[in-house]
């Protein structure tokens, strides 16, 4: 069992930035793909991007490619999202999950763990 919990939400103009953090415990990250997901207000919950255990390999949802940038500190049991230029679309309540598959994958149904979310809000 992976208990997950993010951090790091907030509201920022568009054009900004924030860091996201997805702290783990129970069992180590190192063991799972980890992924990030958004839900906004109304809408179905949205793949953003998954990382595969080592950190080699990556899956962008092609509206954030250039602007969100995710990384994992297997020692620190905890994963990130930076996202620059943030724009109002962007906002939503992110999610971390975690995923014991082998592939890369982007469905919710893919993952197995998932943490409680964190609000980010861009103001045009």
């Known amino acids: 069992q992976v208990q997950l919990v993010e951090s790091g939400g907030g509201t920022v103009q568009a054009g900004g930035s924030l860091t996201l953090s997805c702290a783990a415990s129970?069992?180590?990250?190192?063991?799972?793909?980890m992924g990030w997901f958004r839900q906004a207000p109304g809408k179905e919950r949205e793949f953003v991007v998954a990382?595969?255990?080592?950190?080699?390999?990556?899956d962008y949802l092609d509206s954030v490619k250039g602007r969100f940038t995710m990384s994992r500190v297997n020692a620190k049991n905890t994963v990130y999202l930076q996202t620059n230029n943030l724009k109002p679309e962007d906002t939503a309540v992110y999610y971390c999950?975690?995923?014991?598959?082998?592939?890369?994958?982007?469905?919710?149904?893919?993952?197995?763990?998932w943490g409680q979310g964190t609000q980010v809000t861009v103001s045009s």
């Open positions: 129970g069992r180590t990250i190192g063991n799972y793909n």
């Open positions: 990382m595969s255990r080592s950190g080699a390999r990556l």
């Open positions: 999950a975690a995923s014991r598959g082998i592939r890369l994958v982007r469905g919710t149904n893919d993952y197995d763990y």
